[in-house]
């Protein structure tokens, strides 16, 4: 089985700060990441994944996330802010081979101050 | 495309009545998830479909609630008798499995609210 835990349950930073919203995940298979953002009243967008190749995976909105494999983590980050990215922010797993479903961490919810 | 598309977007029920849920999948897509998020439980899978058949229905909480996906480009979930701990806000996402394009794909969700 896998679970996710995502570090922080909010996040507040001033506009165009940098950000980094932490994930760590627990599998003993091989995994794809995800991030995903939730706006008010929304549903779920993909952010960006990782299924392989290289550790540094860029997606929309300027956000990047960096897999760790040793550290099993896959920190979300973004070098300047803005108040749009005001949001909750879901760092998930699925497996590789077998079950495709995807197990969800708590979600971070960032904040962004003028 | 429209991406996928549930409906009804709202739903206030009186407990005991019985809840049906929409979704229609992404044309193409062959797998199909429902979602609940409650801010107790945060987003738990209910149970999913590959190319309509049920695969894993382990996250259905009890015998009130079931899905069904007659055929490729529609799914339901249903409740009954609905409870007032069945509040929440219900996802449907579809994804093409297999070759790495194990994306899910959202759909606005179904906030249900039960008194």
């Known amino acids: 089985a896998q679970s996710v835990t995502q570090l922080d349950s909010q996040v507040p930073v001033f506009e165009e700060a940098p950000v980094e919203l932490r994930c760590n995940y627990s599998?003993?298979?091989?995994?794809?990441l995800f991030w995903y953002v939730q706006y008010p009243n929304q549903g779920l967008q993909l952010l960006l994944k990782?299924?392989?190749?290289?550790?540094l995976d860029k997606g929309i909105n300027g956000f990047e996330a960096e897999f760790n494999k040793s550290q099993t983590s896959f920190h979300l980050r973004k070098p300047s802010v803005h108040i749009s990215d005001t949001a909750e922010y879901f760092c998930a797993v699925s497996e590789v081979q077998g079950a495709q479903k995807l197990v969800f961490g708590q979600g971070t919810r960032l904040t962004i101050n003028p | 495309d429209a991406g996928v598309i549930q409906s009804p977007r709202h739903e206030v029920t009186e407990m005991g009545q019985e809840v049906t849920l929409r979704c229609k999948p992404i044309s193409g897509h062959n797998s199909l998830f429902w979602y609940r998020q409650t801010m107790m439980r945060g987003l738990e899978l209910l149970i999913y479909?590959?190319?309509?058949?049920?695969?894993?229905d382990s996250g259905m909480p009890e015998d009130r609630f079931s899905a069904k996906m007659p055929n490729a480009s529609f799914s339901t979930l249903k409740i009954q008798p609905s409870e007032p701990r069945d509040s929440a806000v219900y996802f449907c996402a579809s994804s093409l499995t297999g070759g790495g394009r194990e994306t899910q794909y959202f759909g606005p969700g179904t906030r249900l609210l039960v008194l």
């Open positions: 479909f590959n190319n309509n058949v049920p695969i894993d």
């Open positions: 990782y299924l392989s190749g290289s550790t």
């Open positions: 599998s003993s298979v091989s995994v794809y």
